[in-house]
């Protein structure tokens, strides 16, 4: 199993661009969600989602669209680049809702100038 | 709200100089408390999950044990290898949004 993987690893936009990060999990996990890093603030919640078809807004949303067409695959969209999104992305999967450990993903680093 | 504060911010040791990291909650009613270990780069590595006050962990040189309203790691004769950031979180129970995550330990171990 490649567990969570994300792309791309790096990325630098100019402000005013879209862009998608990908993430796919190959562990038949119900629950994926993304996270950004900031230093000294601790990782966030963007948006989850509990399954196939069903997306929810998570502490920080502003700024980000999310779909879950499949449940292997839960792409990120930045709508409109600005600088406040410089950070690092993780993508995270685990089995359900309930209290199981999440797997994280090796992370994006975005650089919105 | 849901708050987890985690200290020292960093933490020094010497080779086999125990010491434990701090991560306290607030949380209407706990479903899990996690801990990971983030190397720089990387994604965050699951350690342990603990369900209720009382529990404890281990693993190799290290021990999660919770209360009501903290929870400690206690790293015992630390090696340069468990040089990392220790991350807490919290996820309240009734909840789908799981984890509230605290900024996390960052810890040096010198040979």
């Known amino acids: 199993n490649a567990g969570v993987t994300q792309t791309p690893k790096f990325q630098v936009l100019k402000t005013g661009q879209s862009m998608t990060l990908q993430c796919a999990q190959d562990?038949?996990?119900?629950?994926m969600s993304w996270y950004r890093q900031d230093p000294g603030m601790g990782l966030r919640l963007i948006h989850y989602s509990v399954g196939a078809g069903i997306t929810d807004q998570g502490e920080v949303p502003n700024g980000y669209n999310v779909s879950r067409s499949t449940t292997e695959d839960f792409p990120l969209r930045l709508l409109s680049a600005a600088p406040s999104q410089t950070s690092v992305y993780f993508c995270a999967s685990s089995r359900t809702t309930g209290a199981y450990e999440q797997y994280f993903g090796p992370g994006t680093r975005l650089t919105v100038t | 709200e849901d708050q987890v504060t985690q200290s020292p911010e960093a933490l020094r040791l010497q080779e086999g100089e125990s010491s434990s990291l701090n991560c306290s909650y607030t949380?209407?009613?706990?479903?899990?408390l996690f801990w990971y270990r983030q190397d720089p780069g990387k994604g965050p590595e699951f350690l342990f999950t603990l369900y209720s006050a009382g529990e404890e962990k281990e693993k190799e040189r290290l021990k999660a044990t919770l209360t009501k309203k903290e929870s400690f790691l206690h790293i015992t004769a630390p090696k340069p290898e468990d040089s990392a950031t220790y991350l807490c979180?919290?996820?309240?129970?009734?909840?789908?949004?799981?984890?509230?995550f605290g900024s996390g330990t960052q810890l040096t171990v010198l040979p």
């Open positions: 949380v209407s009613g706990l479903r899990g």
């Open positions: 562990m038949n996990h119900e629950y």
């Open positions: 979180a919290v996820q309240p129970s009734g909840s789908a949004r799981q984890l509230t």
